[in-house]
């Protein structure tokens, strides 16, 4: 299986990842990859992946078969409406934002039948920005969901799930809403609790911290810019998860402040008990985590 002429739209994490799983799979004709900036399409050059490079969106996206959005979300809107004439009606087109409801709010009148559209996210990445972190197995079975909503056509949502599962990813179709507040759980908020958790540790204990404090505060190596463009798009179905995290530290705050009754220590038993179980289900990544050279 090809997939034809491909234009990756920012060669990120996301982007240069894709465009070296589709060239080591040997699943692309053509792969053309866009970016405003030389001196990253230089970088891209120097790396040796086989793809044409432009710093034009509109060449990039000409005949191309799929076409993938890995700008950040705020610039999406504006780059589809610089290219949408110039897209292919047959083109697929799709995403990697990790909100969906404003992303596909604002996109899909856009393309309407100009191109078949839906929303995607791959479970995929890490603190790491840049092509320079990017690898051929980022996707390996990673969970990638895919958004359609009631204008999306048929064969968009085959195609999109074609693409993803030639690249290793497990695909997942929620709706926009769905995808928001499931990945408000599991994404936004831990990222805004683990940036919390490490502003409120002084530099004194900062000084003591091991492995434990560094696995459970990854996270906040993460992009700041990004992260605040993230947060501010899922802002209040974060918000609200926040407030229900906020209530059930409230009653561990009490458990803890009568830790010398039997009941209390019982209660924070079982909720740790609780939480080991339910890590423990966590699939583990299969992806090796290897560097292009």
């Avoid at 044409?52 to 780059?79: F, H, K, S």
């Avoid at 479970?123 to 690898?135: I, K, Y």
């Avoid at 074609?162 to 408000?184: M, T």
Wanted: with cysteine; charged share 25%.
């Amino acid at each position: 299986m090809t997939f034809g002429r491909v234009a990756i739209l920012g060669p990120g994490l996301m982007g240069g990842s894709i465009a070296l799983a589709l060239a080591e799979r040997g699943l692309v004709g053509r792969l053309v990859i866009y970016d405003r900036s030389a001196a990253r399409l230089e970088e891209i050059r120097a790396a040796g992946v086989p793809a044409e490079l432009t710093d034009d969106p509109r060449e990039a996206v000409r005949e191309a078969d799929v076409v993938i959005l890995c700008v950040p979300i705020e610039a999406m809107a504006g780059l589809v409406r610089e290219i949408r004439d110039a897209l292919k009606p047959t083109a697929l087109v799709t995403d990697v934002g990790s909100v969906k409801g404003s992303v596909v709010g604002e996109i899909e009148p856009l393309l309407g039948d100009r191109a078949f559209w839906i929303g995607s996210h791959p479970m995929a990445g890490s603190e790491q920005s840049g092509f320079a972190a990017a690898h051929s197995d980022l996707f390996e079975n990673a969970a990638v969901i895919v958004t359609p909503t009631a204008q999306t056509r048929p064969e968009a949502v085959e195609r999109a799930g074609q693409f993803w599962q030639a690249l290793g990813g497990r695909v997942v179709r929620l709706s926009p809403e769905v995808h928001d507040d499931r990945v408000a759980q599991i994404s936004h908020l831990p990222h805004l609790l683990a940036a919390a958790l490490v502003c409120e540790t002084s530099e004194e204990a900062l000084d003591l911290a091991a492995g434990g404090f560094r696995d459970t505060t990854r996270v906040a190596s993460g992009s700041p810019e990004l992260w605040t463009e993230i947060l501010s798009a899922n802002a209040e179905t974060v918000a609200c998860r926040l407030a229900g995290l906020i209530h059930y530290l409230q009653a561990l705050q009490a458990a803890l402040e009568k830790a010398d009754e039997p009941s209390s220590r019982l209660a924070l038993r079982t909720m740790l008990k609780k939480a080991q179980h339910a890590r423990s289900q966590i699939p583990e990544s299969k992806s090796k985590l290897k560097k292009h050279s």
